[in-house]
């Protein structure tokens, strides 16, 4: 068995774990807000999630072909194999590293990060596609202030509509309205993440001269929405504590507002084709309508603290491909 052949099933094996682990990493995002406020009980949640992220993954292909087009040209990578394993061993990495500390931080910006950081090692800064790879980071940089001004705008016209109605009441009617809004942003969460694992291994595919097109192949779609959904069933206990109750008191109707917003963002996303954070859309939903309800109950202290990780982790996991990428070349 030829090295070249060994290096794509290498990188095959990291992007199913690096699927599996955003299943506990980023799904968790999905149904905190649910679990909060005790819409769903976190057994139910987590079966829900893990079937709803599934049916979304195996439903669209549009962002996979622009992770494995758009950051980088798989057809003329230099030593291809080698950035895509290093990318890869990268952003898991990064993702273990804030998932054990519960801090709700992005796979999708530790994949292209770590996918710009090992290409630039590889071939230099010319190697990378910059109409797309700017296309891309405009997406990650810009769905996060849509989903906070889109959710401040959804709950204040829920809010209006249900001015004069019983607060218990009212909320007891969105706790069953949550279960239908949680469900929906874990298909379009789906539809997004699961994506990127299927644009890094089409990518190697190419890499490897065993694929021709950037189409991606069935096996690649299912493989990659099944190891999403095994990652999903474990479950993410701490990044739904933190995104779930340390941002702000939830209950039903800001959970219902938050839900809509994020799956709005995250579909319309997936539409044009563009991979977006939706650990970013889902938490900035959330500080958008906790703002519109009351500004003095959203705890600023952990925004902020995601606000930091949400900036360093480009350059962090950029900085962290490229010295993997160095450490493999040299072994290889």
Same mark, same amino acid.
Request: proline share 2%; glycine share 8%.
């Given at each position: 068995?030829?090295?070249?052949?060994?290096?794509?099933?290498?990188?095959?094996?990291?992007?199913?774990?690096?699927?599996?682990?955003?299943?506990?990493?980023?799904?968790?995002?999905a149904i905190a807000t649910s679990v909060s406020t005790k819409a769903l009980k976190p057994r139910h949640a987590?079966?829900?999630?893990?079937?709803?992220?599934?049916?979304?993954?195996?439903?669209?292909?549009?962002?996979?072909?622009?992770?494995?087009?758009?950051?980088?040209?798989?057809?003329?990578?230099?030593?291809?194999?080698?950035?895509?394993?290093a990318a890869l061993i990268a952003a898991i990495t990064w993702n273990l590293l804030t998932w054990y500390y519960?801090?709700?931080?992005?796979?999708?910006?530790?994949?292209?990060?770590?996918?710009?950081?090992?290409?630039?090692?590889?071939?230099?800064?010319? $190697?990378? %596609?910059?109409?797309?790879?700017?296309? /891309?980071?405009?997406?990650?940089?810009? *769905?996060?202030? #849509? =989903?906070?001004? !889109?959710?401040?705008?959804?709950?204040?016209?829920?809010?209006?509509?249900?001015?004069?109605?019983?607060?218990?009441k009212t909320n007891k009617q969105f706790r069953r309205v949550q279960i239908l809004t949680a469900a929906l942003?874990?298909?379009?969460?789906?539809?997004?993440?699961?994506?990127?694992?299927?644009?890094?291994?089409?990518?190697?595919?190419? $890499?490897? %001269?065993?694929?021709?097109?950037?189409? /991606?192949?069935?096996?690649?779609?299912? *493989?990659?929405? #099944? =190891?999403?959904? !095994?990652?999903?069933?474990?479950?993410?206990?701490?990044?739904?504590?933190?995104?779930?109750?340390?941002?702000?008191?939830?209950?039903?109707?800001?959970?219902?507002?938050?839900?809509?917003?994020?799956?709005?963002?995250?579909?319309?996303?997936?539409?044009?084709?563009?991979?977006?954070?939706?650990?970013?859309?889902?938490?900035?939903?959330?500080?958008?309508?906790?703002?519109?309800?009351?500004?003095?109950?959203?705890?600023?202290?952990?925004?902020?603290?995601?606000?930091?990780?949400?900036?360093?982790?480009?350059?962090?996991?950029?900085?962290?491909?490229?010295?993997?990428?160095?450490?493999?070349?040299?072994?290889?």
């Amino acid at each position: 068995m030829d090295t070249l052949l060994i290096l794509t099933i290498l990188i095959v094996i990291c992007a199913l774990a690096f699927d599996f682990i955003n299943g506990f990493h980023d799904t968790a995002n999905a149904i905190a807000t649910s679990v909060s406020t005790k819409a769903l009980k976190p057994r139910h949640a987590i079966i829900m999630a893990a079937f709803m992220n599934f049916l979304g993954a195996m439903t669209f292909t549009g962002v996979a072909k622009s992770i494995t087009k758009d950051i980088a040209d798989p057809f003329t990578l230099q030593n291809g194999s080698v950035v895509i394993l290093a990318a890869l061993i990268a952003a898991i990495t990064w993702n273990l590293l804030t998932w054990y500390y519960g801090i709700p931080s992005s796979s999708s910006h530790a994949l292209i990060g770590s996918i710009a950081g090992a290409v630039i090692a590889s071939a230099g800064f010319g $190697a990378l %596609n910059y109409s797309g790879f700017i296309k /891309i980071i405009q997406a990650l940089l810009l *769905s996060p202030i #849509l =989903a906070f001004v !889109l959710g401040y705008i959804v709950y204040t016209i829920i809010k209006i509509i249900f001015r004069n109605n019983n607060l218990a009441k009212t909320n007891k009617q969105f706790r069953r309205v949550q279960i239908l809004t949680a469900a929906l942003q874990s298909y379009t969460h789906g539809t997004n993440d699961a994506q990127k694992a299927m644009g890094i291994i089409t990518m190697a595919l190419i $890499a490897g %001269n065993l694929h021709t097109t950037d189409d /991606i192949p069935f096996w690649v779609q299912f *493989s990659c929405a #099944l =190891a999403m959904g !095994l990652g999903t069933s474990i479950g993410g206990w701490k990044i739904i504590k933190t995104v779930g109750g340390k941002i702000m008191k939830i209950r039903p109707v800001n959970g219902v507002s938050a839900d809509l917003t994020g799956a709005a963002i995250i579909f319309g996303a997936t539409f044009i084709h563009l991979p977006v954070s939706t650990t970013h859309v889902i938490s900035s939903s959330i500080l958008g309508v906790g703002s519109a309800h009351r500004v003095k109950g959203v705890n600023w202290g952990t925004a902020k603290r995601m606000l930091v990780t949400w900036v360093i982790t480009l350059p962090i996991s950029g900085t962290l491909g490229a010295l993997i990428y160095f450490v493999l070349n040299a072994i290889l």
